[in-house]
């Protein structure tokens, strides 16, 4: 903005040039997204003006930066970046530019799990107690279910079953087969018992 004035000795014109602000609008819009648990997500957008200011949001709430959350903006760049992704973070986005706004849905899907070592058989001496373990890939939010026989085994004084970040132990006392179910995953092992020495 400012005042253009001609260069002529007998000539007297003045004229004012002003410049108008760019409006502010989304030019690319947020894209529905699909991620594994645990990946990085990248949502992002595309603004008019690299001066605007613009918020983000997950539902009605505002998303501030955090440790797993990261707000970036590159000229008319803007973008979000949720690293590691966990199950809870799934739910629509949005992002506010002045009096425009754009949302897109974020599905997140639980990560595979794959068995690392899987159950073996064992044998004890009775009465004596056993313990079966395996090892998956990593921690799952529902825990394994062990059963013995198609039946689910619950702590008792026969029996306990835990876990230990990635390795969910099981200690029942009776013979049979033990089956471990968890993220799809299933095993099988047997538990065999023989007599203590001495005994016909």
């Given amino acids: ?115 690392v070592r899987p159950l073996e058989d064992v044998e004890v001496e009775a009465p004596g107690d056993a313990c079966f373990q395996c090892e998956i890939s990593h921690p799952v939010v529902r825990a394994p279910v062990w059963s013995l026989r198609g039946e689910p085994l619950w702590p008792s004084p026969t029996g306990a079953a835990g876990e230990d970040g990635r390795r969910p132990p099981a200690d029942p006392q009776a013979d049979g087969a033990r089956h471990e179910r968890g993220g799809g995953l299933h095993a099988g092992p047997r538990l065999q018992h023989r007599p203590p020495h001495g005994d016909p």
């Fill in 1 to 115: 903005m400012g005042t253009i004035l001609p260069i002529h000795p007998n000539t007297h014109v003045s004229a004012r040039l002003s410049f108008a602000e760019l409006p502010v609008n989304i030019v690319s819009p947020l894209q529905d997204q699909t991620a594994v648990e645990r990946s990085r997500v990248l949502l992002d957008c595309t603004v008019s003006n690299p001066r605007c200011s613009i918020r983000w949001y997950k539902g009605p709430t505002v998303i501030l930066p955090s440790e797993r959350f990261e707000i970036c903006s590159e000229g008319c760049y803007r973008k979000l970046i949720i690293q590691p992704v966990e199950l809870r973070d799934q739910g629509t986005y949005s992002v506010q530019v002045g009096e425009y706004s754009c949302s897109a849905h974020l599905t997140v899907e639980a990560q595979s799990v794959a068995m």
